[in-house]
């Protein structure tokens, strides 16, 4: 699922939480947010640079050096800096649970709502934006919506926001009806 549901660490809120802080400052908390979604994908997309991150045998100093000759001159002062923190305080390895756990802070601050949706079949651009429309106006948030493809479900579908579950799927409305039904017939 899209929505970040997994447990996000304090020390990461805290880390994303300052950054965003620094960000909003300067006025840039999505470039800043932009920034560290690649810095994450780079870490994804490469497991031998996480594990040179997350690596305790590599001295401050050795990956300092490191991250100058990568990101010095390419990101900005602001996320240069916040790396080099990061790297003092040993927490480079955490760099993706923290940029998760900024895509969260920064999105709570712009009003906007993660959405799973769970539909049998693929639906159109106008649907999956009526279905966008309706959670949106529903919870008064702007929600961003991530579609799922399940044909166990049958028809309608499966809403999941943050922790809450709509379930509207007629396989679950075919069940409810079989659980009358055994509950109702003579005994």
Same mark, same amino acid.
């Given at each position: 699922m899209a929505n970040k549901s997994h447990h996000i660490s304090l020390y990461a809120l805290a880390y994303a939480q300052s950054l965003l802080d620094l960000a909003?400052? =300067?006025?840039?908390?999505?470039?800043?947010?932009?920034?560290?979604?690649?810095?994450?994908?780079?870490? $994804?997309?490469?497991?031998?640079?996480?594990a040179?991150?997350?690596?305790?045998?590599i001295s401050e100093t050795e990956r300092?050096?490191? #991250?100058?000759? #990568?990101?010095?001159?390419?990101? =900005?002062?602001?996320?240069?800096?916040? #790396?080099?923190? #990061?790297?003092?305080?040993?927490? !480079?390895?955490? $760099?993706?649970?923290?940029?998760?756990?900024y895509d969260h802070l920064l999105d709570e601050q712009m009003g906007k709502v993660e959405?799973?949706? @769970?539909?049998?079949?693929?639906? @159109? &651009?106008?649907? !999956?934006?009526?279905?966008?429309?309706?959670? &949106?106006?529903?919870? +008064? +948030?702007?929600a961003v919506v991530h579609q799922y493809v399940d044909p166990n479900i049958i028809g309608g579908l499966l809403i999941r926001v943050q922790d809450k579950l709509i379930d509207a799927s007629v396989k679950t409305q075919l069940a409810m009806m079989r659980q009358q039904l055994l509950a109702s017939a003579p005994r």
């Open positions: 909003n400052d =300067s006025k840039q908390p999505e470039p800043i947010g932009g920034e560290l979604r690649d810095i994450r994908q780079i870490v $994804i997309e490469n497991p031998v640079f996480g040179f991150l997350s690596d305790p045998g300092g050096e490191v #991250l100058k000759k #990568l990101f010095e001159g390419k990101a =900005s002062p602001l996320m240069f800096n916040f #790396l080099r923190v #990061l790297n003092a305080k040993g927490r !480079l390895r955490s $760099i993706v649970e923290i940029a998760d756990a959405v799973d949706v @769970t539909v049998p079949q693929k639906l @159109t &651009s106008p649907q !999956l934006e009526e279905v966008r429309q309706r959670v &949106s106006a529903a919870l +008064k +948030k702007d």
